[in-house]
């Protein structure tokens, strides 16, 4: 609405209220509350222009204008946040038309128009991140947050420049050679540039040589069936030499020295945040077992930083994930009860048993023979006991306690009753020299005292510490201080239980009985028997008081089993962190391969071993083998649960076969391994000298190895494993499956594996 038509709308409320005299404000201010500004303001700024010098009406009409224009500014801040720039802009405008000098309504119409530029750099931005230029979309996502740290399309642009950035950070380079199958090589004290020159050339491997490598440096090597990358491996590592990827086909030799290896070894930057683990112990452990020196520990927010190699990186990853793992945890429940029985029996009659002369005032003997009734003291009460008291008394508490593992937990039911103690002091000031007297409170915990330590192992089993303390309270005394003491009873048992998960175990017999008894009556006839129930009485007292406590472990958390590349991996060697295999694999070569196949001479190589001196080595390509190792199970179709059965697995191989190394899986949810047996496939030669079986039942894990006696080699059908299983469950089919499989030929080449799928079985009931 613009001020022209604010003031129409004025005149046209003036001209209607013409002779009225009276002003409803509660009639505006509901138009207001109803969303209708115009009206409302209308019906004040009437009652203001009728009344000038009201000093009332002119504050309710400014208090009316400022709610009006609250509301308005309001709800268009909401538009411009929800990025609907057109409906705040009308809504900033109509807050100004009704107030020009608004501060908030003018900053937030320039807050539209800022809204729509960067609505347009966002826009741009997005395109030139979707064609590639990431660097000018990111300069465009920098120039809007800037001004609006909060601008929802910059900060997901933001997000995906960063997300774009990290995965640029962290590829790193693998070097591929372009002979994709495996090489022979042969040289002898080649010079190192000839040799990379023919690997160069040869594999497509562009190579830079550090300035402080020796010219006159040589080296040799003889390997067969092994990839280019392996040899180029052993090459560097044999002359004390290191290599640096740049690219998939190039990379950069330097001296594996302390000064080259800071030139030109690169770093990773890396973050650990700890969620279980201690910081300090972690640190400790990663400057032990890496020898790393950049650390850092930030207790704060429990994160360790490490600035070193990037296989001292992946390396400290495992050891952080083996160690950072949480703590076990169980519940205890106890359970206590307390059953207390009190026996009394007081039977008899109680005689006079004092008779006291007169009383010497005075202390005269002469006052010995006045005897009168005020002189002579004579206990005559008779009684008669009848006493039968019986109790039982029964104590119970329950608690439930859940503790971490190698923590204590401690429970007390019973009461903490105050001892006062006084200390008097001599003092020789005041009029009279007084003592004071000062009083100390003390509290002494009596009732049923627990202390419990679980320690939680990798079988899942608990270990509990258990220290039971009973004490009990007795009658109290005062001294003559005025001191008052409580004798204690006590009884306490101190054990430590080893128990399985829900497992109960009773603590019992911490049992304390007391018999007391008494009697009096007259001399010597109080003694007969038989008259003593007469002439006397007697007291007989029975307590007793036995304590039980049941203690079942409830496993909440037990420990994590953890992976096996966490548990156990490659670490290199003392002086370098390397968390690749150490060895080489060898690529078997199938018999007349190498003589078929066409050699590439590399230039300038050195003598071979094998040839006359002056003849150049060759670089020989070879084929992968032709002759596998073919596998292949047998064994029933289906089995009964709970049933025993046997499964083999066996091997066809047209090639000698010396040895064999296989790795089965399984569920152990549903499949037991009761035992592992030699299948006898090298009985043609005397049967398998080798044969190591080895059962993990908590990882589902078989592995077996076994190898031919001495150089001797067999072929053929036969069957490397048998195995005894039983299936656990029914209803549920079981898979078994290779996991692994390497066997070698006669010359401890590998040889190719087929056939490796998994074996199927269906359970009955």
Known sequence: MTRATHWAMLGLATALGVGCSTFRPEDSQALIDQGRYEQGLAGFEQALRERPADVERRIQYLRAREQVVNRLVGSAAAQLVAGRLDAAAAGFRQALAVDATHERAAAGLAAVDTGRRHQVLATDARARLAAGDAVSADLMVKAILAENASHPQARELDRELRDLERKKALTVPVLKSKLQSPVNLEFRDAPLKLLMEALAKSAGINFLLDRDIRA??????????????????????????????????????????????????????????????????TLNLLRTMLKSKDLYVDERSSSII?????????????????????????????????????????????????????????????????????????????????????????????????????????????????????????????????????????????????????????????AIKINLDVSTLGEPTTTRAGTVAYPVGTRNATTVLRLRDGETQALMGLIRDDDSKSGGGLPFVGEVPGLDRIFGNQRTERRSRELVLLITPQLVRGFDRLDATAAEFWSGTEAVVRTGSPFVQPLAEPAGAAAARPALPPPGAGASAATPPGTPTTLTVVEPPAKPLVLSWQGPASVKAGEEFTVRLNARSAALVKGASVQLRYDPELLEVLSVDDGG????????AVFTPRVDPGLGTVFATMGATGMEATAGDGALLSLRLKARKAGAGISLKIGSMVGVDETNQRLAIEGSVPMELKTQP
């Open 216 to 281: 006159d440096l040589k080296a040799s090597i003889f390997v067969r069936n092994v990839r280019v990358e392996d040899a180029l491996d052993l090459i560097l590592q044999n002359n004390q030499l290191e290599k640096k990827v740049l690219t998939e086909n190039t990379i950069l030799i330097y001296p594996n020295t302390p000064q080259k290896l800071r030139e030109h070894q690169e770093l990773v930057m890396r973050t650990f945040r700890l969620s279980h683990a201690d910081p300090k112990l």
């Open 306 to 462: 490490m600035r070193d190699t990037p296989d001292a990186i992946r390396a400290a990853e495992k050891l952080v994930a083996a160690q950072d793992i949480p703590d076990p945890e169980v519940v205890l429940e106890l359970e206590i009860l307390e059953v207390s029985r009190n026996k009394v029996r007081d039977l008899g009659i109680t005689y006079p048993t004092e008779l006291v002369g007169p009383a010497f005032g005075g202390g005269k003997l002469s006052q010995i023979g006045d005897f009168s009734r005020s002189t002579i003291d004579v206990d005559t009460g008779f009684k008669l006991k009848l006493l039968r008291t019986d109790g039982d008394t029964r104590t119970l508490a329950n608690p439930r306690m859940r503790v971490r593992s190698r923590d204590k937990a401690r429970v007390h039911v019973g009461d903490r009753i105050p001892v006062i103690s006084s200390t008097i002091v001599g003092t020789t000031g005041g009029a009279n020299g007084a003592p004071v007297t000062t009083e100390q409170i003390q509290y002494l915990d009596v009732g049923i005292k627990i202390e419990a330590e679980p320690t939680v192992h990798a079988d899942d089993s608990v």
């Open 681 to 688: 496939y090298f009985a043609k030669v005397g049967g398998a």
